[in-house]
């Protein structure tokens, strides 16, 4: 796999991965925040005024309309998390040019359209227009208030909530809705300067476009000025003695329990790498000790997974159980818990885990998406390490690897979510 | 390849190769250079089939019978699970049941011709007991549970409701708690024998793979014949069962889905997909993001990003859907039926079509830049007359007049409203140590 690097200036890095694979491609520009609580709903609230219009296209229908005409381009702005990282990153999904038809230069063009949504966003006196501002508070206090119609999702978020209160990662990347309420255009042009003119950049690439003209495209379109090149390390979760439960009231047919764990800090790739084993043995497919225990063997839920952090120390546990078999399944998650950190696992499991993982990894060039996160990680952190050198520190994983890591992983949360509380 | 016919489209740079193995199965052989190998089996037996005649005989089966089938095939003889199998190969397996019919499929980079004798294996029996059935009852009713938990899946629901008198689609694909407890053994073994016949399924591998050596494989394991169960062709009246259907649910702000009922096809062929890319074409000029009526409405606050506008057409069902979140539901389909009757008086443009056809095409590319959806689509395309080939060049081809006359065929009575409005959630959190 050959992937292209440049420093386009001080602070703004480009990763990109030429492929005649796809008949589109695919670029992201992101900008390296602080996740935080105070600041998040800005950042959040910053990127649906930045796809929402240009300068130069300053209606929705103006620029929806440039769009369509650029074979639909996708033009989009969202915020991402990375551990305690925040992302705001702006998006654009086009066709390849070799499928335009009359030979039309679409990434170039492209990449004008988002330089117009980063440099040159649409402003009145200088600053986002208060019509806008309002009608985007709005759509994204709705977005964030809708997220109890997916049960799962919001479970895990107020189980991360209550798990890290007072750390960075407790933040919603989307924002909070009092936050956001009180929100202007002049405090956004503060969320604007200092995502774009002083958060360090990432740029990722994956399509047809030779290096070349790529850079020509960035260097036209995307004038980033030089910045520096710093990158917010997270906090380490601390262990906690005692085990939180916390039920929460909704008026559901299914109860939805979210198991919160501490785990040692991976600290390097190797440590990521051993942790990846052990959540693909715990809870990480479908022939994974929580598939194929809590859910297979016990008929306790239609699903049960596991969801570590590489870049944070701790681990949830997702289920969905009829109402009044909480604690049986609290305790099926347990069991497994303990068989890993007891070496419950035979070497058949272990290599097999191992090699699902070194399998996804040679196969992430054949998705714009999972080869965008790659390339992403790539010149994000500086400890990341290559496809190649991952699957090497996977293969080199032991057993005893496993479960002085399974060890460290303590119970520290059971939220509940349903209609009432297990006697 | 020997005996394989060949489809080349030079404009999308893309072939396949395909032929009728001798137990009955179709085949299609997507060669790609990816480093990953994708292979789907794909029984044309769905959610909507719970009525069907074979050998002369009529049978009915309970709702969600399919389904119920899929979650038991990966079960082995020993009661183990093929889950374990794949995973000692590195394949990543999984399947799904939709209203037309239920896949397996599974990706590898390595070891492909282990998965997908495994694969094959496990479609190629079932292999259950009435413990394992009553045992996998209980977690489909929990998948059951969770989807009624989800208010977009009832807004949309509901919405069939509201537009269908006969059709299967009025029952979800999963059944209901009521219908799944009707399942039993015997239902399953009765399906299985019906629909798992080789000339019911298609193969579809994508990716460097030797595709003779696949039809060997697949003809090794699918040794018995039997006819293709018919489903009937049921008849459904234009009229709408009720205009308007209302439920509470948790939602922060209501959902609504608008149905406008349109004629079902009676074929299945590429006529039908030209003409409801006609509708397609019609539905996205007048309700895209790059129209006034979705452009206004925003502005407005009675549109939010969630809204969706398109048109859904299969066996039994055929309606524009216009889907989304406002606190005004009844003004936004008023405001949609008012757009449709101005839009039948002005038309649409050359120019509007044009740019629409250019969005269009780029969009239907993207399939080609998904092995695992590029080999589902063709795994089902498989049992059609047509292909996706076919049906980016239908938009490429279509005309004004076709879009326009799309337009003007539209029976605005023919629609109905379905919402989910909010009721209060009690919110209390209990903590303990």
Known sequence: ????????????????????????????????????????????????????????????????????????????????????????????????????????????????????????????????????????????????????????????????????????????????????????????????????????????????????????????????????????????????????????????????????????????????????????????????????????????????????????????????????NEEKAIESVYREINAMKNGDFSEQELENAKNSIIQSLNGQDDSLGSMTGYLLGQILFDDAVDNERAASLIKAVTKADVSAFAETVCPELEYILGEEAAQ | MNGFNVKEDLSLKEKYYYKTLSNGMKLTVIPKELSTAFAMICCDFGGEDTEYSLGGESFTLPAGTAHFLEHKMFENPDGSDAFSEFDRFGGSANAFTSYENTCFYFSCTENFFENLDILLKSVSGLYITDASVDKERKIIEREIVMYEDHPSTNVSRNLTKALYHASPTLMPIAGTVETVAEINKEVLMRAYEHFYVPSNLSLCVCGRVDGERVAIAAESFFKRSGDRPTTPIKKEPPAVVREKIEEKGIVATPLFSIGIKCPIPEHDDLRAQRSAAAIRLAVSLTFGRAGSFYCDNYAKGLLSERFYAGYVQNNYTAHIVLSGSSNAPEAVFDAAIKELKAKKQTLFTEKELIREKRAAYAEMLTLFDSGDDLTAAMAASSFNSYDEYDCIHVISDITLDEINAALLSLELENSALSIISAFEPQFTQQEEH
């Not at chain 1, 769009?67 to 639909?72: C, F, G, P, R, T």
């Not at chain 1, 063009?109 to 985007?136: D, Q, R, Y």
């Not at chain 1, 990432?202 to 047809?208: A, L, Q, S």
């Not at chain 1, 839920?301 to 159980?321: D, I, M």
């Open chain 1, 1 to 324: 796999m050959q992937i292209y690097f440049s420093k386009i200036e001080e602070g703004v890095s480009l990763a990109a991965f030429k492929t005649d694979k796809f008949k589109s491609a695919l670029m992201t520009v992101s900008f390296a925040l602080q996740l935080d609580c105070e600041t998040a709903s800005g950042f959040s609230l910053l990127t649906n005024l930045l796809s929402l219009s240009t300068g130069d296209y300053p209606t929705m229908q103006s620029f929806s309309i440039i769009k369509d005409e650029l074979y639909a381009l996708g033009l989009d702005a969202y915020v991402q998390r990375r551990g305690e990282i925040l992302l705001v990153t702006l998006e654009i999904s086009s066709i390849a040019d070799s499928f335009a038809f009359d030979n039309e230069r679409v990434l170039f063009k492209a990449t004008e359209l988002l330089g117009g949504a980063i440099f040159k966003p649409c402003l009145e006196n200088g600053i986002f227009p208060e019509a806008n501002v309002e009608s985007e508070k709005k759509c994204l206090i709705e977005e964030i208030e809708s997220e109890i119609e997916n049960k799962p999702a919001y479970a895990m978020k107020q189980a991360r909530r209550i798990l890290c209160a007072g750390e960075p990662f407790a933040a919603d990347s989307a924002g909070e809705t009092e936050r956001v309420a009180a929100l202007d255009g002049e405090a956004l042009m503060y969320y604007y300067r200092k995502a774009i003119n002083e958060a360090p950049v990432f740029i990722t690439y994956v399509g047809e476009a030779e290096p070349q003209y790529l850079e020509e495209c960035i260097k036209a379109n995307l004038p980033f000025k030089k910045r520096e090149h710093t990158i917010p390390k997270p906090i380490i979760h601390a262990p906690s003695a005692s085990i939180k439960r916390v039920f929460e009231k909704m008026d559901i047919g299914q109860c939805i329990v979210i198991l919160g764990f501490y785990n040692k800090m991976p600290e390097n790739a190797r440590d990521r790498a051993i942790l990846s084993v052990y959540n693909e043995i715990l809870g990480g497919s479908a022939a994974s000790k929580l598939f194929m225990n809590v859910r297979e063997k016990e008929g306790l839920c239609y699903y049960c997974s596991s969801y570590p952090s590489g870049r944070k120390n701790v681990l949830f546990v997702s289920c969905g159980v009829e109402p009044g």
